[in-house]
């Protein structure tokens, strides 16, 4: 019985740390960017987009197709770096496995 309690307070520790570990992803800022510089966004660890940068020469009128492909690449770039610093992150405590809607 003694081995469980002690079980069941590891498990609670490691809960609590992976809990404090997400509220910390929250407050982390990833930046992507795209065309060398001149798209780039900012998006917390908890993949919310909290700011759109364009330089004005990344805007053509003739070629809105690009300009809307460089934010979608810079999003993109962002995301994989949240994805991985996720991953990094809760992978202390998770020792790797991937548990669904965790992360």
Request: hydrophobic content about 40%; charged content about 25%; cysteine-free.
């Amino acid at each position: 019985m003694n081995n469980m309690n002690q079980m069941m307070k590891q498990v609670k520790k490691m809960q609590e740390q992976m809990m404090k570990a997400q509220e910390e992803l929250g407050t982390k800022t990833i930046e992507g960017t795209a065309g060398g510089g001149v798209v780039t966004v900012s998006i917390n660890g908890h993949k919310k987009l909290l700011d759109i940068k364009i330089k004005p020469e990344a805007v053509d009128p003739e070629d809105i197709e690009m300009l809307q492909d460089l934010v979608l690449t810079a999003v993109n770039d962002a995301l994989s770096k949240a994805d991985e610093i996720a991953n990094q992150d809760m992978g202390k405590y998770t020792g790797g496995m991937k548990i669904p809607g965790l992360f």
